[in-house]
């Protein structure tokens, strides 16, 4: 068709498709991006002349950097949490003969499907029994709640193409169970974990919806961004989102990248 | 079927005794009432059918699985409960189960590491256990970097350089190919004879088991058919179903017209006058119900057809030229034809032509049937 002679046959409108779903997909954050370098103190089209001065000013801004703070330990500490709760769900998922374990999983990705506001909500109303928790350990516990699916999910996979007979093997050999887990399972499993730790990192970093509900009179970054875009369209937003939104785009691609490359190792294994 | 005759009594210390173990899965009978030892040093293959419970006994005796009822010693006395980074006993898995973020020399050492021996006595364990392998060299390599001889080598010293009890080891060479898989054989057998290793081996290739054993016990739905000597269950098949699985058998049914240790004449269907064979395993009486074995090398063609004495007659059927000898298939009946290797000159022409086929008494015997179909439990 419209493929050059004598090379493989590669149609146009293939290349086209696929820069134009990127550009869907990327579009606004690349707005985002350019806004962060437009001089004017109101954002606005045309962008004339570019500067970083607003990334300065945002890094020096105490209320930004708090909530910057804010969102990265409760990010930190949530996704650990689901990391770790989700090793032990996912070796009994995908190790153990549980009955219903097809509903089990059907159900594991419930706090992800229903609807966030539906979830913030139901937290809001929970904590009402403990209203001490509303705050930073309440979005941590809101976060960990929602990553925990992902990162069962994305260890389950792993384990699952875990071969059985390396545990048997090590507990042949005389290593305990615990042992049979340091020595075997965690150095095996360690990319998928350092998986599900980035995804769950960036998951919770970027939430707001949930955070907002139980977040009380805690500011996660992009609860302060909200606040902030509800009085004035400040450049320093941009600057700062931008800061993340790299830094974000970066941690997930390795993540994948690193899931990818175990998942080869696996069908090879 | 359990009432094969007890096996000559090991008089070398025992390291493995399987004392009556029953494993049952919900209706499923794995293995049914089995009861064997293997002496020090012995190597003893489990061969069967892939089902057969040969695996789940394997498995038993490792502490993976706990029997539903029966009891398991080791040298040290029963093991029931005993879980199994406590059990004295070794694996080589079927897919090595090599551990692939360490070398060759670590998953050597792993056991050891896990007993708690010092790292200098693990290096020097570990190099003898190279040396020994062939592996000299190799013990800093990945184990991705080895080739599936190598690695299963490795699997093996893993689960040597521990000096168990017993080394299960659970169809070891079933990965390798062909060739690789002779040659493992000889070196398997080597090694196990120079560090003087007891072996419960586990496989379904019959050639694997006759070359390696010392003894074999042929398996078969959760019972052990037979345990003997290579050459007893070859040659002395207690039952059909030893005869027909191990290697190629010709089955004539009959019923016992007189017993005349070590003779039994045998009256069938199929022959003339009453044929002659050996009595192998349980007594026969007159009027039991038997099939005589004769192996396709031991069954002799007389191309005149005129042979009476402890032949059968019928039409050659089809003659098939294999190299050293040439399978000649003699239609007896509707529903029996048997098979004899002769020389590739003396066989007769596929042509249907009328032969008797005959053999010495000495070289078939008889097991018991049921009466009713003498085919039963056969493929």
Known sequence: MTGEPGTRRRPGWLLAHTVLIYLFFYLPILTIFFFAFDTKPIPGWPIDTLTVRWFGEGLQDPQLLEALWASFWIAIVSATLATVMGIPAAMALAWLPIPGKRLLMGVILGPIIVPPMVLGLGLLLLFRLAPDLLGAIGVVIAHTTLNVCFSTLILYSRLLGFRRSLLEAAMDLGATELRTFREVVLPLAFPAIGAAFLLAFTGSFGEFIVAWFV????????????????????????AIATLIMVVSITLSTLAQLWIIRQARATARG | MAAAPPPPRPTREIAVTVDRVTKRYGQTVAVDDVSFEVAQGEFVTLLGPSGCGKTTLLRLISGFIEPTAGDIRLHE??????PPYRRNTSMVFQDYALFPHRTVAQNIGFGLRMRGVPPAAIERRVETML????????????????????????????ALVVEPAVLLLDEPLGALDLK????????????????????????????????????????????????????????????????????????????????????????????????????????????????????????????????????????????????????????????????????????????????????????????????????????
């Open chain 2, 77 to 82: 006395g029963s093991v029931l409960g005993v």
């Open chain 1, 215 to 238: 977040a009380g009179f805690a500011r996660t970054l992009p609860i302060e961004i909200w606040t902030w875009l509800r009085y004035i369209l400040s450049p320093k937003v941009n």
């Open chain 2, 180 to 379: 690789l898989r002779k040659q493992m054989q000889t070196e398997l057998k080597g090694i196990q004879r120079r560090v003087g290793a007891t072996f419960l081996y586990v496989t379904h290739d019959q050639e694997e088991a006759l070359t390696m054993s010392d003894r074999v016990a042929v398996m078969s739905r959760g019972h052990i058919e037979q345990l003997d000597a290579p050459l007893d269950v070859y040659r002395r098949p207690a039952n059909p179903f030893v005869a027909d699985f191990i290697g190629e058998a010709n089955l004539i049914p009959g019923r016992v017209a007189a017993v005349a240790p070590p003779l039994v004449r045998v009256e069938s269907e199929h022959a003339p006058a009453p044929l002659t064979a050996s009595v192998a395993g349980p007594e026969v009486k007159p009027g039991d119900p038997v099939l005589i074995v004769v192996r396709p090398e031991d069954l002799h063609v007389d191309r005149t057809g005129t042979r009476t004495e402890n032949a059968v007659r019928g039409r050659v059927r089809d003659v098939v030229f294999s190299g050293p000898a040439t399978k000649v298939v003699v239609e007896v009946g509707p529903a029996l034809s048997l098979a004899a290797l002769v020389r590739p000159g003396e066989a007769p022409a596929a042509d249907g032509a009328a032969v008797a086929v005959w053999w010495a008494p000495e070289d078939a015997v008889v097991v018991a049937r049921a009466a009713e179909n003498p085919q039963q439990s056969l493929k």
């Open chain 2, 131 to 158: 040396e020994l392998l062939n592996l000299s060299g190799l013990g800093g390599r990945r184990i991705g970097a080895i080739s599936g001889g190598q690695a299963q080598r490795v699997a093996l010293g893993r």
